[in-house]
C-alpha cells in the first residue's frame, strides 16, 4: 500500500514539473501570448543578457524580455519594441532590466493601432543611464512601472523619459501623465503632468527621499525631445501578430498517466513527449528605422 502511494506521489510530480498542473503561471503562459521586445535599431555596442548568457543585441531580433538586462556602451544606443506597442529609446551608458513582461491574449484585426492591444504588465529598471519611452493608449487595467536607485515611475501614457544618475533621478513628462513615487517608503506618490519634471534626490539621513516638481524648462526640451522621439519612430516600425506556438519535443517527460510507468519516468526511466499549446508574439515589419551610421531594417517578417 504504501509503496503504491509513493509511486503515485511520484508520478504526479513527474506530470506537474512537465506540465505546470497547479501552477498558477504555468497556466497563464498557456493563455497568454508568449510577450516579446522587438530590437528596431542598433548602434555601437549594446549588449542583451537573458539570464543564460551574454550576447550582442541584434537589429530585427526579437526576444521574450522577462528577466533581461540590456547595457549600451558610450556612443551607443539603440529603440526597440514592446509586442504592447510601447516604443523605448537606450541611450548610451545605461543599464536597463527588464523585470517582467506578461501581456493578455489580444486581437490581431483590430482596427486603432493606436491603442494597445490587451492589458500588460511591466516591470523595468533603470540602474543608470537615460531611456526614453512612447506608449500608445493604455488599457485600462494595465501597469507600466520603471524604477530607478531612487524611486519609480508608473506611466499612464503617454511620452516619459527616465534619466538615473548616483545621486539623482529626473522623470521628465512630455505627454500624458504618471505617478512618481521616492521609494518604496512613498506609498501615495505624487502626480506627474505634461510639461512637467521630477527630480528625486536622497533624503538625510534617516529621511525619505525627497521629490521636487517643476515646469520643463527650453534646454529639458531639447535635451529629450529627440531620445522620446526614437521611442516614438521605434513604435511605428512593426505590428505585432499572434501565432500557435511551434510543438516541442522533451526529452525525459513523463507521457503516460499510469502510476507505475510514471514513477519509473521519475526515477530516471524517461519517455518523450510533445507539448503544445500557448501563443506567441511575433512582429512584421512595416518601415525602416536607422541609427546613425547604420543599414536600415529590412521591412519583411521578422523572426524571433
Not at 548616483?166 to 512613498?186: C, H
Given at each position: 500500500?504504501?509503496?503504491?502511494?509513493?509511486?503515485?506521489?511520484?508520478?504526479?510530480?513527474?506530470?506537474s514539473?512537465?506540465?505546470?498542473?497547479?501552477?498558477?503561471?504555468?497556466?497563464?503562459?498557456?493563455?497568454?501570448?508568449?510577450?516579446?521586445?522587438?530590437?528596431?535599431?542598433?548602434?555601437?555596442e549594446?549588449?542583451?543578457?537573458?539570464?543564460?548568457k551574454?550576447?550582442d543585441?541584434?537589429?530585427?531580433?526579437?526576444?521574450?524580455?522577462?528577466?533581461s538586462?540590456i547595457?549600451t556602451?558610450?556612443?551607443?544606443?539603440?529603440?526597440?519594441?514592446?509586442?504592447?506597442?510601447?516604443?523605448?529609446y537606450?541611450?548610451?551608458?545605461?543599464?536597463?532590466?527588464?523585470?517582467?513582461?506578461?501581456?493578455?491574449?489580444?486581437?490581431?484585426?483590430?482596427?486603432?493601432?493606436?491603442?494597445?492591444?490587451?492589458?500588460?504588465?511591466?516591470?523595468?529598471?533603470?540602474?543608470?543611464?537615460?531611456?526614453?519611452?512612447?506608449?500608445?493608449?493604455?488599457?485600462?487595467?494595465?501597469?507600466?512601472?520603471?524604477?530607478?536607485?531612487?524611486?519609480?515611475?508608473?506611466?499612464?501614457?503617454?511620452?516619459?523619459?527616465?534619466?538615473a544618475?548616483?545621486?539623482?533621478?529626473?522623470?521628465?513628462?512630455?505627454?500624458?501623465?504618471?505617478?512618481?513615487r521616492?521609494?518604496?517608503?512613498?506609498?501615495?506618490?505624487?502626480?506627474?503632468?505634461?510639461?512637467?519634471?521630477?527630480?528625486?534626490?536622497?533624503?538625510?539621513?534617516?529621511?525619505?527621499?525627497?521629490?521636487?516638481?517643476?515646469?520643463?524648462?527650453?534646454?529639458?526640451?531639447?535635451?529629450?525631445?529627440?531620445?522620446?522621439?526614437?521611442?516614438?519612430?521605434?513604435?511605428?516600425?512593426?505590428?505585432?501578430?499572434v501565432?500557435?506556438?511551434k510543438?516541442?519535443?522533451?526529452?525525459?517527460?513523463?507521457?503516460?498517466?499510469?502510476?507505475?510507468?510514471?514513477?519509473?519516468?521519475?526515477?530516471?526511466?524517461n519517455?518523450?513527449?510533445?507539448?503544445?499549446?500557448g501563443?506567441?508574439?511575433?512582429?512584421?515589419?512595416?518601415?525602416?528605422?536607422?541609427?546613425?551610421?547604420?543599414?536600415?531594417?529590412?521591412?519583411?517578417?521578422?523572426?524571433?
Amino acid at each position: 500500500m504504501k509503496t503504491k502511494l509513493v509511486f503515485t506521489c511520484l508520478a504526479a510530480l513527474a506530470v506537474s514539473a512537465v506540465y505546470g498542473d497547479g501552477d498558477p503561471k504555468a497556466k497563464r503562459d498557456q493563455q497568454n501570448p508568449t510577450s516579446k521586445l522587438f530590437v528596431a535599431s542598433v548602434k555601437g555596442e549594446n549588449t542583451l543578457n537573458n539570464g543564460e548568457k551574454l550576447d550582442d543585441l541584434s537589429k530585427a531580433n526579437a526576444f521574450p524580455p522577462d528577466n533581461s538586462i540590456i547595457e549600451t556602451k558610450p556612443q551607443s544606443s539603440n529603440s526597440m519594441v514592446y509586442s504592447n506597442g510601447t516604443g523605448i529609446y537606450v541611450d548610451q551608458e545605461t543599464r536597463l532590466e527588464v523585470k517582467s513582461f506578461e501581456q493578455e491574449p489580444f486581437n490581431t484585426t483590430r482596427n486603432d493601432v493606436e491603442d494597445e492591444p490587451s492589458i500588460s504588465q511591466t516591470q523595468a529598471h533603470v540602474a543608470h543611464g537615460f531611456v526614453g519611452i512612447c506608449t500608445p493608449k493604455l488599457a485600462a487595467g494595465s501597469n507600466m512601472v520603471y524604477s530607478t536607485p531612487l524611486g519609480s515611475v508608473q506611466i499612464h501614457g503617454k511620452q516619459v523619459a527616465i534619466e538615473a544618475k548616483d545621486n539623482e533621478t529626473t522623470i521628465y513628462m512630455l505627454e500624458g501623465d504618471s505617478t512618481v513615487r521616492a521609494g518604496l517608503r512613498d506609498l501615495g506618490g505624487q502626480t506627474l503632468h505634461p510639461g512637467q519634471k521630477a527630480v528625486i534626490r536622497p533624503g538625510a539621513a534617516g529621511q525619505p527621499n525627497t521629490i521636487s516638481i517643476a515646469d520643463l524648462t527650453k534646454e529639458d526640451k531639447d535635451f529629450v525631445s529627440d531620445k522620446v522621439g526614437n521611442a516614438c519612430k521605434a513604435k511605428k516600425t512593426v505590428v505585432w501578430d499572434v501565432v500557435e506556438k511551434k510543438p516541442k519535443i522533451i526529452s525525459g517527460a513523463a507521457n503516460t498517466t499510469d502510476g507505475a510507468d510514471s514513477a519509473n519516468s521519475a526515477a530516471g526511466n524517461n519517455t518523450t513527449s510533445t507539448t503544445t499549446g500557448g501563443t506567441e508574439a511575433v512582429p512584421t515589419a512595416v518601415t525602416t528605422i536607422s541609427a546613425p551610421n547604420s543599414p536600415p531594417v529590412s521591412a519583411d517578417r521578422v523572426s524571433s
